[in-house]
């Protein structure tokens, strides 16, 4: 018997210039271990010099035209909707965005499933105005109407629950490269708080971990190093929010390797992300798995990729001050980073992307049956 096929449709991906964040790592090291029960073809947004290849086993094809992220998303959203409804593959998959959001897969009945990262909400207004409140509509319709989900945040996974009673809801995570559990740590010097992830300003709280930091660099002696895949309008606008008096110790490295990631999580004092909202916090895993000291804020995604208290010290999300006191406490206090670093690495392996992926794929090719 040949194997089923499965399309997967998503507009992020590694290695688009405009977004490539902590869904797209999911994606991918999801996909590629389907592969071996499953033909697998991804869609994805076809964005500048985007070029079709097979990774991995994976068949990646570009769907949708455009030189602005705006424009690449809102014509993937396009193809995406009128293909699925042509698709016949016997699965087809959806990594959810509201900003590129696909109805029509609400018409494939049990055929198709859709992958949540997080919920946005309310959210959406507070960042666009009265423009987010359309995808705010499109998120409510895409929770309350699907028959099947993978959420790989608990919390989001309960709030589908009351949503949408008869909805099938597989909650999982994410995992990590099992590499960082080897890692040494050796301190770099002048010592420097890390931050690795999408440059996305508001989602992440990078106006203020700027803002904080600022306000501690100096009295302490540390720098602080931003670090992940972004685009130059994104990048522009957050080196616009350092100040002058902070350029000297403000570093911004993009597009980096894995292997300057375990650099960066070898040599920092310690990891720093102060979203105001989170899917998961894969980058925040991987600090623990590096054995990394982890500053966080109390939401959703944080709650299931870390062990708030035990592995990562929690400070209330949009929380200046808060922030602000619990930075010093780590600068000052080796131990306390010590112990958050150890636990946390002790907690981080038992992540795995090879038992998360079959146990998602058990729950998938229910699809078949």
Known sequence: MSRPRLSYYSYDCLGNPWVSGGGAVRDFEILKRFVRHAEVTLFVGKYPGFREESREGIRIRGIGFGRSNKWCRMTFALAANFRILLDRAQIIGNSASIYAPVLTGL?????????????????????????????????????????????????????????????????????????????????????????????????????????????????????????????QEALSKLRGIVPDSLQHRVRFETGISEE???????????????????????????????GCAVLATD????????????????????????????????????????????????RASAFSWDSIAEKEWIRIRAILD
């Open 107 to 231: 018409f494939r009945g049990r055929r198709f499933y859709a992958v949540y990262h997080h919920y946005v909400g309310k959210r959406s207004q507070e960042k666009f105005g009265v423009v987010g409140l359309v995808p705010r509509i499109l998120e409510q319709i895409m929770l309350r109407f699907g028959r099947r989900y993978v959420i790989s945040n608990a919390a989001v996974a309960e709030k589908v629950r009351s949503m949408n009673p008869t909805a099938d809801v597989f909650t999982t995570f994410n995992g990590f490269a099992p590499s960082l559990l080897a890692l040494k740590s050796q301190l770099a010097s002048p010592p420097f708080i890390l931050f690795v992830g999408r440059f996305d300003i508001y989602m992440k709280g990078l106006d203020l971990l700027i803002h904080v930091f600022g306000e501690v660099a100096a009295s302490y002696g540390v720098d602080l190093t931003l670090a992940g895949r972004t685009s």
């Open 260 to 290: 300057r990631k375990a650099e960066l999580l070898a040599s920092c004092l310690f990891f720093c992300s102060p979203s105001r909202f989170e899917g998961f916090g894969i980058a925040a895993l991987e600090a623990n798995a590096a």
């Open 299 to 346: 939401v959703d995604g944080f709650r299931d990729s870390l062990a708030l208290g035990e592995t990562a010290l929690a400070v209330p999300p949009n929380d200046p001050s808060a922030l602000k006191t619990a930075m010093i406490r780590l600068i000052q206090d080796a131990r306390l980073r010590e112990q958050l670093g150890r636990q946390g690495r002790e």
